[in-house]
């Protein structure tokens, strides 16, 4: 297996992964996403389904995740003027009104499109990997995280796998952002770090991360970053997506030459394995 920083694209891994079974996985090979793996929205509950909808398109074997250039806000009610596409592995929230729902990210959300709320895939612990293209544009950033799917409000942490910063990623190294965040779980401490690379972003590379009962280990191209000493102990689901801050930062993109529109998070794939002997838990 390949373990040292390029930068240019590096090779994807064997489908098969020594020591493990694959639980989940998605090559975006088909004519659509498949909607019994993905909900295409983003926390939907605090918006609806059709105005969280992501814009997309599969090519060649890779799923682009889009923004386009008249693509509207998906909740200006709670997030102003941001832009996203992202999909989900699972959805839940309570009845029309209530601040019941995931991901409750500003104190006024209430819910505006009750959900059935559904799980395409929610473990707990595992190896995940996602083979991406980054983004270099200051008015956006792309990252695969996972959170609580939080039928108790205390099962909200969050799992950041990788975070990049358009404003972040240059030609000769790029600085990739990754950690927990525990929201409403008193048993998580906020701990995030940033790693500056030598790779440019922009090319595939392989983001990962192996979720114990008793730790975190985090990777980049094969080589393991570092290991955060703390573990959400319920089941969480994935969010993997592209999004845009308000429309001043895109006017700093057009002047420096960068990408037009559409903005392009591209994803070969995104793979979750079990290791075949399971984990111990902690002593």
Avoid at 20 to 40: C, I, N, P, Q
Wanted: contains cysteine; proline residues 9%; glycine residues 6%.
């Amino acid at each position: 297996m390949v373990s040292a920083f390029s930068p240019g694209d590096f090779p994807a891994n064997p489908l098969e992964r020594p020591g493990y079974r694959l639980d989940f996985h998605d090559e975006f090979s088909g004519a659509v996403l498949d909607e019994e793996k993905w909900l295409l929205c983003y926390l939907p509950q605090w918006s609806s389904r059709a105005g969280s909808a992501p814009n997309y398109r599969l090519q060649d074997g890779s799923l682009s995740l889009l923004i386009r250039a008249d693509q509207q806000p998906w909740c200006p009610e709670f997030d102003g003027e941001n832009r996203c596409s992202s999909i989900q592995t699972g959805v839940f929230a309570g009845p029309l009104g209530t601040p019941v729902g995931q991901h409750r990210f500003h104190p006024a959300c209430v819910v505006r499109e009750p959900q059935d709320n559904v799980r395409t895939y929610t473990p707990r612990y595992g190896y995940f990997e996602l083979r991406a293209r980054a983004v270099n544009t200051p008015a956006n950033h792309v990252a695969l995280w996972m959170i609580g799917y939080e039928e108790t409000p205390e099962e909200s942490a969050e799992i950041a796998i990788v975070e990049i910063m358009g404003k972040d990623v240059y030609p000769e190294a790029s600085r990739v952002r990754y950690g927990v965040h525990p929201w409403g779980d008193p048993t998580i401490t906020d701990e995030f770090y940033e790693a500056s690379l030598p790779i440019d972003a922009t090319s595939f590379h392989l983001y990962a991360a192996e979720w114990t009962p008793a730790q975190i280990d985090f990777y980049v191209d094969n080589r393991k970053l570092r290991t955060i000493h703390q573990s959400p102990q319920y089941s969480m689901q994935f969010m993997l997506g592209i999004y845009e801050r308000p429309a001043q930062a895109h006017e700093a993109d057009q002047r420096d030459g960068l990408e037009a529109y559409p903005k392009r998070f591209v994803v070969d794939y995104f793979r979750a394995y079990q290791p075949l002997a399971g984990y111990a838990r902690p002593k």
